[in-house]
């Protein structure tokens, strides 16, 4: 794996299973009941804005600190062991800066991406998307996302919420944001993106949710989210 330290590991470092040669955090004492909190903590990636205003998972907040990890080109695959109401808990964690998805809409059509995704082995119909830059907003990604993936560029973008697609597994955040006012400067996509786009009426990109078609969550929230904001 890309990133992933191969030099031998000292007495009291851990690394995740699977994953030789990790990147390792030290292991909390067991005899120490206190020494989680002792230790100094290794923060997971940034906090997206407005992260602080959100109420805490339990009544003193969440502790977790890292016990090894996997990095990537973009991500990080780690150990953690978190304290939550005085007890511990170990997960497998994947440390993902976050994300932004875009419902781009014109006259009553919204745009589609017909894409190749690696991980599900095939082509599939979502709206544009993509992982925020280092010190990049969620606007700034949205922006830059939907000009490189279909070249168009938003002259009106709003945010319509944010979620957490896979809380069990991952910290990713994904920001929708609403993009009107559409002007087209031309594409930019990645070198090895394959990505085709189509503009759909609302009311045939919510039949391809329900006939399946459409199988992607971000997009069959944004698209739902969209037709309740529009009464329908």
């Not at 955090?25 to 903590?41: I, K, N, V």
């Amino acid at each position: 794996m890309p990133g992933v330290s191969n030099k031998r590991q000292p007495a009291g470092y851990v690394a995740p299973p699977g994953c030789p040669g990790a990147t390792p955090r030290r292991q909390p004492r067991r005899d120490d009941p206190g020494s989680l909190a002792a230790e100094p903590t290794s923060p997971p990636v940034p906090s997206p804005p407005g992260a602080a205003e959100r109420p805490a998972l339990t009544a003193e907040g969440p502790r977790w600190r890292i016990l090894g990890e996997c990095r990537g080109k973009r991500f990080t695959l780690a150990r953690v062991e978190a304290e939550v109401d005085g007890r511990r808990i170990t997960r497998d964690v994947l440390l993902h800066p976050g994300a932004v998805a875009v419902l781009a809409v014109d006259s009553g059509r919204v745009l589609l991406e017909r894409q190749y995704r690696v991980p599900v082995g095939g082509w599939i119909y979502e709206i544009p998307a993509g992982t925020r830059e280092p010190g990049e907003s969620p606007e700034e990604t949205a922006r830059r996302e939907l000009v490189e993936e279909t070249g168009y560029e938003p002259l009106e973008l709003t945010e319509l919420f944010r979620f957490y697609p896979s809380p069990g597994v991952s910290t990713e955040e994904i920001h929708v944001f609403l993009a009107e006012r559409l002007r087209y400067v031309g594409a930019r996509p990645e070198p090895d993106e394959a990505i085709e786009t189509l503009w759909v009426g609302l009311d045939e990109a919510l039949e391809m949710v329900r006939d399946g078609r459409i199988r992607d969550g971000k997009t069959i929230a944004a698209l739902l989210y969209y037709r309740l904001l529009r009464g329908g």
